[in-house]
């Protein structure tokens, strides 16, 4: 979970996934005109047309798909503790565009599942990203536009970053989220981290018993805490917390949120492996994403869709952990676009 808690997160997330059909990125009413189909809101669909699986990498991995299969690629990648399901009304809007959409489940939810029993259930912002170039090079997706929030934000920012030959685009919500573990170790002000407060109970053998426990109870905490006016119902919670039933799932976010909270649980250096990356001392550079690049942020009436260059030729340096030095380029923002959202009333 990120820092926006917006009241409307979730409607926030269909509409920022919509964007990726403007021009280049926005979709147009005329495609609906055309169709003779009027754009559904939230909530018209419970269900996606078809769910596949595929072997990637170390994976197994599920996934809905729709759209054309010769349509250009659009990948959806789902945070936590959500699902595929945070994109079931988005998924269809872009297929009636012509993108061929593909949302999988990341590992540890879902039908994902390892190939490997003995496999490491490595929940490091790297393996994630590594799985997702294993599901291109699987589906021969050479090129894609990748979308994100939360864990699929922060997925998408480093398969743009490291593989930028494989993104056409990149749609991140709530901005950049590349983790540094050295930069996490820092204290915030008690009201910051007081966000963040079930990362330092997963670093706790007492966090993962209780997660294993009662894992639906403290996914629809997190929900409402998250998006406290969304009503959302029994039904639309039930779609996606079938998704944590996964046998993974609790040593995948174990291992993730308590690497996130700086906690000698997972140590800085760990050579990822086991599905991971050779690039976890880079990862703690926050290298720049040097691909086009649209980040949604949002207030209360306002969501900002900045568009990002790092061309600029000066290059800064930076430190990341046991002495590790960091080069890169400083990030130079081309103008702000603002995009405001429809009344309550037309979502």
Not at 15 to 25: G, I, N, Q, S
Not at 97 to 125: C, E, H, K, S
Not at 126 to 144: E, F, R, S
Not at 194 to 210: D, I, K, P, V
Request: glycine share 8%.
């Amino acid at each position: 979970m990120s820092l926006l808690t917006d009241p409307d997160r979730r409607r926030f997330l269909d509409a920022a996934a919509v964007t990726l059909a403007a021009a280049p990125f926005v979709l147009s009413d005329a495609v609906f005109a055309q169709s003779g189909a009027g754009k559904p809101g939230p909530g018209a669909h419970t269900s996606f047309a078809a769910l596949k699986q595929i072997e990637a990498g170390v994976l197994n991995v599920g996934y809905a798909e729709a759209g054309p299969a010769d349509g250009p690629v659009v990948i959806l990648l789902h945070g936590w503790p959500y699902d595929i399901y945070a994109f079931v009304d988005v998924v269809p809007l872009l297929a009636q565009a012509g993108f061929r959409v593909i949302a999988p489940w990341l590992r540890g939810y879902g039908t994902t599942r390892f190939l490997a029993a003995d496999a490491v259930r490595n929940g490091q912002q790297g393996a994630l990203a590594l799985d997702v170039v294993a599901l291109m090079d699987a589906l021969k997706v050479d090129k894609a536009v990748v979308a994100g929030f939360d864990w699929g934000a922060r997925t998408a920012d480093i398969v743009a970053a490291i593989w930028p030959e494989r993104v056409k685009a990149l749609v991140s919500v709530s901005g950049y989220l590349i983790g540094s573990q050295q930069a996490n170790s820092n204290p915030l002000p008690p009201a910051a981290e007081l966000q963040w407060w079930y990362q330092y109970y997963f670093a706790t053998e007492r966090g993962r018993l209780g997660y294993e426990k009662y894992r639906r109870e403290f996914s629809k905490l997190i929900w409402q805490l998250a998006s406290p006016k969304w009503d959302f119902d029994d039904a639309t919670f039930e779609r996606s917390a079938a998704a944590f039933d996964n046998p993974d799932h609790v040593g995948i976010v174990i291992h993730k949120t308590a690497g996130a909270s700086g906690s000698p649980t997972v140590s800085r250096n760990t050579t990822i492996s086991n599905g991971g990356l050779p690039h976890s001392r880079r990862l703690q550079c926050r290298p720049s994403r040097s691909k086009a690049t649209r980040t949604a942020h949002r207030t209360r009436t306002l969501a900002r869709m900045r568009r990002s260059s790092w061309a600029d030729t000066r290059t800064a340096r930076l430190r990341a952990g046991s002495g590790t030095t960091c080069r890169r380029k400083p990030r130079k923002l081309l103008p702000t676009r603002s995009w405001r959202l429809p009344p309550k009333a037309d979502r």
